[in-house]
Nanobody, 128 residues
Framework: QGRLMESGGDSVQPGESLRLSCAPS????????VGWFRRAPGKEREGIAA???????VYAESVKGRFSISHENSKNTVDLQMNNLIPADTAMYYC??????????????????????WGPGTQVTVSS
């Protein structure tokens, strides 16, 4: 059973950037679908970005144009570059992988029930 670990969370000011990394243990990140999710205070967890093993990406409308998900094969990570951060981006950020199904069989990459394992999360706070 693989595991995941997020890193890169921090406290920043509006307009700044952060880069989160999702590092797997026991498998190669680029061989599976990997998604980034977040849970803001008082809200349900939501999917914000996901990448297929063939490099195809999807983004939530709330982050489209500001966030970018990518395979970093030299590090065996899936990174989330977050630019022009706003206070509404404040949340615990989680990555997860789909290990039990082929990426090509998954239409909705923000469907949480198909994901496992999940990382413990990394906190991002955007405040002036």
């Amino acid at each position: 059973q693989g595991r995941l670990m997020e890193s890169g969370g921090d406290s920043v000011q509006p307009g700044e950037s952060l880069r989160l990394s999702c590092a797997p243990s026991g498998f190669t990140a680029s061989s599976y679908c990997v998604g980034w999710f977040r849970r803001a205070p008082g809200k349900e967890r939501e999917g914000i970005a996901a990448i297929r093993s063939n490099g195809g990406t999807v983004y939530a409308e709330s982050v489209k144009g500001r966030f970018s998900i990518s395979h970093e094969n030299s590090k065996n990570t899936v990174d989330l570059q977050m630019n022009n951060l706003i206070p509404a981006d404040t949340a615990m950020y989680y990555c997860a992988a789909i290990l039990t199904r082929s990426c090509s069989l998954i239409q909705n990459l923000f469907e949480e029930r198909v994901y496992g394992p999940w990382g413990p999360g990394t906190q991002v706070t955007v405040s002036s």
